[in-house]
């Protein structure tokens, strides 16, 4: 009725010996899975340029090798999915960004300078010359274009040329011929050259007199020339305007005899050149000055004012002759589970200058109408408020949690020698809860000073800082300062937000030490 290994002839070890072999050959073929696709990632990124990409998945792929190929680094095996998520999602980026803070990548040095240099001499110009109107006609499974001179002034105003075939949208040439008319037959209608306009685009006729045509436009050849010609020493002549262009890889583009730039340039290592003007420019300075501190005052007084009430309402809700305490502690603890995002867009609407609750209320009391969004202070005033009330739970939580540590004995203690409620916060309650919760104050105050969806969805950093040659508003913190800097200026400065971006960095790691610290960890 039951059987064994044994009994089919196939021993107990031996066949758990068999089992472990094919688990541990599945477990190197996906790992050679794995490399094999993030070394063909290291191909795709090379080919592409892109040889930070590149060295990034081989040193990815290299060490998945090496650790789950060696026996004596199975110990690592564990820990290498952490490692190696740390090293792509934060330390390269890191590492990333602070290189491209040392260069002056922006909008107009995006590209390589081989990339560059291919657009310019794709460029091309109309030269003097007629130019002609076609049309295309059908000829078995090929099509022949008719061109007619837009301004008739000889004996090669009409041309036919040869028989093409426009599935092909390879640079190719076909000869013409001048004739006295179009061929037989209906011209093909407009929607034909739109579906072959890539072909047409590719296409160059030589007239009889050796001109080339070049399409000009949807319906239209011209003679076109290449507007840059490329010399031995690595310039580029511009045939239209007659300069040459020299390429200057101090800043990063071709540049004219008189210093003008041609964009678009590439991207040049400008060295220390971002961060000092970020302390040199005064159109930059000040803005930066003005939004530095008022991102330490905004983090400062967030963690104050979250404080003050997270604490006060703690205090209360320890109050023995409170009734319904738990319905008051969901009730003041609501705030933290409502995403942060729809209170803020709820604010924004309730500071509407003109039709929000706020304004409606303030007007109907005391006749005054504050706008919110365009004065300074004021938007400053309302990004406190609406900040405390979503911090403040965060803060209640902590204190209550403290004060319900503290043994019930020291106030009672307190109340035979006669202390009242004012002496038991100054001389019990603050002293024992202020130095477990002060690191949690210093994170509170490192997330506040990285608060950038509060001040995107509410202000936008508006109103505006005058005279600033970058994009900075009054309410702006320094992280969407960066952000603006990067993405919604015209220039786009890659290379100065990513410097500024740094500076954060260094900023966040010093009060991130100082937390260990206060903390007592060993850094």
């Not at 191909?43 to 990034?56: K, P, S, T």
């Not at 109309?126 to 090929?142: I, K, N, P, R, T």
């Not at 803005?287 to 997270?310: C, E, H, K, N, S």
């Not at 009054?474 to 992280?479: G, H, I, K, P, Y």
Request: aromatic content about 12%.
């Amino acid at each position: 009725m039951f059987t064994t290994n044994a009994s089919r002839g196939l021993p107990r070890h031996r066949s758990r010996h068999v089992a472990e072999r094919y688990s541990r050959w599945a477990m190197r073929s996906v790992i050679g899975l794995m490399v094999l696709a993030l070394l063909w990632l290291v191909m795709a990124f090379y080919l592409h340029g892109q040889w930070v990409f590149a060295l990034l998945f081989l040193v990815l792929g290299t060490s998945l090798g090496v650790v789950f190929s060696r026996r004596s680094l199975m110990s690592h095996r564990y820990i290498f999915p952490a490692v190696a998520g740390l090293g792509v999602f934060v330390i390269f980026p890191l590492v990333y960004t602070v290189g491209i803070s040392f260069s002056n990548y922006s909008s107009d040095n995006l590209l390589s300078q081989e990339r560059v240099r291919a657009q310019l001499t794709a460029q091309s110009y109309q030269a003097e010359g007629a130019a002609f109107s076609y049309s295309l006609y059908q000829q078995d499974e090929l099509v022949r274009l008719y061109l007619e001179s837009d301004a008739p002034a000889g004996d090669n105003d009409r041309l036919l040329s040869a028989a093409i075939n426009l599935t092909n949208s390879e640079v190719r040439r076909a000869p013409t011929q001048a004739v006295d008319g179009p061929p037989e037959g209906e011209p093909l209608p407009m929607r034909a050259a739109i579906q072959a306009r890539d072909a047409l685009q590719a296409l160059r006729l030589q007239t009889p007199g050796g001109t080339e045509l070049r399409m000009a436009g949807l319906r239209q050849f011209a003679p076109m020339i290449d507007r840059y010609e490329i010399r031995d020493n690595g310039s580029l002549y511009d045939q239209q305007e007659g300069k040459v262009l020299t390429p200057d890889n101090d800043i990063g583009f071709f540049v004219t005899e008189n210093g003008e730039r041609i964009t678009p340039g590439w991207p040049v290592n400008v060295g220390f050149t971002n961060y000092s003007k970020i302390f040199t420019d005064p159109d930059i300075r000040g803005p930066f000055m003005q939004i530095f501190v008022w991102t330490f005052v905004f983090a400062g007084l967030t963690v104050l004012f979250t404080l003050a009430v997270g604490f006060v309402l703690a205090s209360l809700l320890q109050w023995d002759q409170l009734k319904g305490k738990a319905v008051y502690r969901t009730l003041l603890i609501l705030p933290y589970a409502v995403p942060a995002f729809i209170s803020i867009l709820i604010f924004k609407g309730m500071f509407n200058q003109h039709f929000g609750e706020m304004n409606m209320i303030l007007e109907a009391l005391f006749g005054i109408s504050p706008e919110w969004f365009t004065d300074p202070w004021l938007a400053r005033t309302m990004l406190l408020i609406v900040n405390t009330w979503l911090g403040y739970p965060y803060m209640l939580l902590l204190c209550m949690g403290l004060i319900q540590s503290i043994p019930g004995d020291l106030y009672e203690a307190s109340a035979v020698d006669g202390g009242g409620p004012i002496t038991n916060l100054m001389k019990i309650t603050l002293p024992l809860i202020i130095k477990p919760l002060t690191p949690l104050l210093i994170a509170a105050f490192a997330f506040n000073f990285n608060n950038f969806v509060l001040i995107a969805l509410l202000t936008g950093g508006s109103p505006d800082i005058l005279g600033a040659s970058t994009p900075a508003g009054t309410t702006d913190l320094l992280v969407s300062y960066t952000y603006r800097i990067a993405f919604q200026d015209a220039g786009q400065n890659f290379g100065l937000a990513a410097a500024i971006a740094t500076l954060i960095f260094l900023l966040v790691v010093g009060m991130s030490v100082v937390n260990l610290r206060l903390s007592k960890v060993k850094v």
